[in-house]
């Protein structure tokens, strides 16, 4: 075996692994056309619209990932830590979760609560990807699907930005509305340090780290391929 050989056959120290992780975020969906346009105020009334009925059907699939996740997983402590998730989403009868302040905010921006529920806005598309990746949290160890989780990286600043700039360009939409952006910055990260514990301390081998790199990809062309379907629905605004 070659020494250059043996050298990439080296698993990663934890901090060029986190590292590795981290640079996937260079193809996050916070970079695709059509939330550039979102958050650069070139949206139309009926493109958030769309997008918001079609990114409902990924809220409400989030706590059956999560649920497929506890199913699988043997470790006690994890399972403590992680059944936070399906109730930060689901909520319970004191504290409305996620996918309430979704609702909210399509009906900030004049879509009906019954028309979300109904999921006929949703595109073949997206609904493809939101069940391939509810059928990965099934199929696969739970490991990996808590290391597909990982896109929360990148999430908190996709949130702020639009905070940032939703306000500005869109003023007609309540600010109310925004209220699952802002909850989800503080969780968002709460879940990447439990999420990123586990990874790190799983994955330890270059092969398996290798199948971790694929896996955050996997998820980061999920989101992708939602916005892809979405923009091939409701256009583009350049």
Known sequence: MSPELGKLMQPMNSQ???????AKGAGYHI????????NTGKATPDQIRGWVANRFYYQVHIPLKDAAILAQCTDREVRREWVRRILDHDGDEDHP?????WVRL??????????????HHVVPGVRFAVDAYV??????PWQESVCASLTELF??????????????????????????????????????EHGLKITLSHFTSASSQARALEILQFKIDILWSM????????????
Do not use: C
Request: aromatic share 12%; hydrophobic share 45%.
């Open 16 to 22: 060029d692994f986190e590292a590795a992780l981290r």
């Open 31 to 38: 970079h695709h056309p059509f939330n550039v346009m979102l």
């Open 97 to 101: 979760g996620g996918i309430d302040s």
């Open 106 to 119: 399509g009906e900030a921006v004049g879509l009906k609560a019954a028309d979300l529920w109904s999921m």
């Open 135 to 140: 059928n990965f949290a099934r199929q696969q």
């Open 155 to 192: 999430a908190p600043q996709i949130h702020k930005e639009r905070l940032a700039t939703w306000p500005t360009y869109y003023p007609w939409i309540e600010s109310e509305g925004l209220h699952y952006f802002r909850t989800r910055v503080p969780l968002a990260a709460r879940d990447v």
């Open 227 to 238: 916005l892809d379907a979405i923009q091939l629905r409701y256009g583009l605004v350049v």
